[in-house]
C-alpha cells in the first residue's frame, strides 16, 4: 500500500514571520487531505529543509512523495536546485518514489486566483 506525502517545499527567509503564509497554506491543505501526510520544507535559511523532512518522512514508512514547490515562477532555484536536491534524494532514498511539480505560481488555477485578488484590490482601495 502506498502511503503518500506532500511536501509543500518554499525558499526560507531570515525573519521567522515569513513562514506564517506558508504555515497556514500547510495547514489548509491538511484539512483538504487528511489521507496525505502534508509538511512544509525549505531551501535555505529555514527548518526544516527539504533532505530532512524527507528523511523523516522515509523514517514513517512513506513510499511517495511530492514535492510542491510554492514558488510564483519557475527560476533557479525550481529549474537548478530543486532537481539537483531530488536527485540526490532518489540516491539517498531508492525505496520512495519523488513526483515533482511545476512552480505553484505557473498553474493556471493559482494565476486566476491572483488575478482575482488584484482585480478585487481596486475595490478595496
Known sequence: M??????LFAHGAR????AAPFERLRDL????????RVELAFLELMEPRLPAMVAALAAE???AITVVPVFLGQGGHVL???PLMVDQL???HPQLVFNVVGAAGEDPAVLNALTDYCVTSLERA
Open 15 to 18: 525573519a521567522a514571520s515569513w
Open 29 to 36: 491543505t491538511r484539512a483538504r487531505r487528511p489521507d496525505v
Open 80 to 82: 537548478r536546485d530543486l
Open 2 to 7: 502506498t502511503k503518500q506525502a506532500l511536501i
Open 61 to 63: 514508512d512513506v513510499t
Open 90 to 92: 532518489r540516491v539517498d
